[in-house]
Antibody
Framework: QITLKESGPTLVKPTQTLTLTCTFS??????????VGWIRQPPGKALEWLALIYWDDDKRYSPSLKSRLTITKDTSKNQVVLTMTNMDPVDTATYYC????????????WGQGTLVTVSS | QSALTQPRSVSGSPGQSVTISCTGT?????????VSWYQQHPGKAPKLMIY???KRPSGVPDRFSGSKSGNTASLTISGLQAEDEADYYCCSYAGSYTPVFGGGTKLTVL
């Protein structure tokens, strides 16, 4: 049974750096083809893909946010960490992590999401 | 990399069929068979309904089907049920190991 859960601050100030952790179970990020992605959704708006990390440590980022994002994995802890620098109120959103089973860019299991508000 | 284009809303009566379109370009939808569809109920995480254009994950009813023609992918829901009322998002591989989502479609069951 695959589960994922996001954790991190619920409130950050403008210009601060956001660090989110995805803790998962039921699969290994050292298995060929497996990846974990981050997707966000501002209140009332659409999903936006942010970043992906694969079993072989290949990392991919949204072109529009690439300069602000870093994704890393700790296979021994079953965790993936996303950092986003220079937070702005427009970054207020629910942030989800999700499992990509075979590098086909579909996400079959999602975390419950965590709402991050950017405000001074 | 622009978001894929979906109609903002569609509607149908119980038992009817509805189709939601997802239009991209030859660099995403038209160039790869990596289109997926997600259903999202209010306050919930998205749920994968279709992957690789037309494949259904285990547990998804066969009332949901996917297809693609050129730069446009489609999700068809037949035999509409009240619980199908939700937001639906398409997603496509867009090259360089990056996916892109659509703007979302609100399905209303009348």
């Amino acid at each position: 049974q695959i589960t994922l859960k996001e954790s991190g601050p619920t409130l950050v100030k403008p210009t601060q750096t956001l660090t989110l952790t995805c803790t998962f179970s039921g699969f290994s990020l050292s298995t060929s083809g497996v990846g974990v992605g981050w997707i966000r959704q501002p209140p009332g708006k659409a999903l936006e893909w942010l970043a992906l990390i694969y079993w072989d440590d290949d990392k991919r980022y949204s072109p529009s946010l690439k300069s602000r994002l870093t994704i890393t994995k700790d296979t021994s802890k079953n965790q993936v960490v996303l950092t986003m620098t220079n937070m702005d109120p427009v970054d207020t959103a629910t942030y989800y992590c999700a499992h990509d089973p075979e590098e086909d860019f579909s996400f079959d299991y999602w975390g419950q999401g965590t709402l991050v508000t950017v405000s001074s | 990399q622009s978001a894929l284009t979906q109609p903002r809303s569609v509607s149908g009566s119980p038992g009817q069929s509805v189709t939601i379109s997802c239009t991209g370009t030859s660099s995403d939808v038209g160039g790869y068979n990596y289109v997926s569809w997600y259903q999202q109920h209010p306050g919930k995480a998205p749920k994968l309904m279709i992957y690789d254009v037309s494949k259904r994950p285990s547990g998804v009813p066969d009332r949901f089907s996917g297809s693609k023609s050129g730069n446009t992918a489609s999700l068809t829901i037949s035999g509409l049920q009240a619980e199908d009322e939700a937001d639906y998002y398409c997603c496509s591989y867009a090259g360089s190991y990056t996916p892109v989502f659509g703007g979302g479609t609100k399905l209303t069951v009348l």
